[in-house]
């Protein structure tokens, strides 16, 4: 299945998995595709709901996650972990959450 992944800023690219695949997989791919640390993806499904990927784990079947042919996937990132005692508050737009 071929998939659209809107990174934050703004931009869009492509990502082909296989329909069997897991949010590992899928991982994987963009991390292999853009240089990303895939351990630090957050992935959220535009599907009227924003789901959250990664909430069942990264073993999780896509399709059961509810992924399919050409959906959205908006890609975040986890901050690092580097001994900073500067803590960052993560909020998402209402126009995200299909609040006007």
Sequence with gaps: MKVVVEILTGGL????VGNDATVADLKREIGDQQKLPQDRLILFLDNHQ??????DGDGASLVDC???EGSH???FFNPLEDGSTHHFLFTLPDSFLGEA
């Design 13 to 16: 690219f492509y990502i082909q």
């Design 50 to 55: 924003n789901r959250l990927i990664n909430e």
């Design 66 to 68: 509810g992924v399919h």
């Design 73 to 75: 996937i908006y890609l």
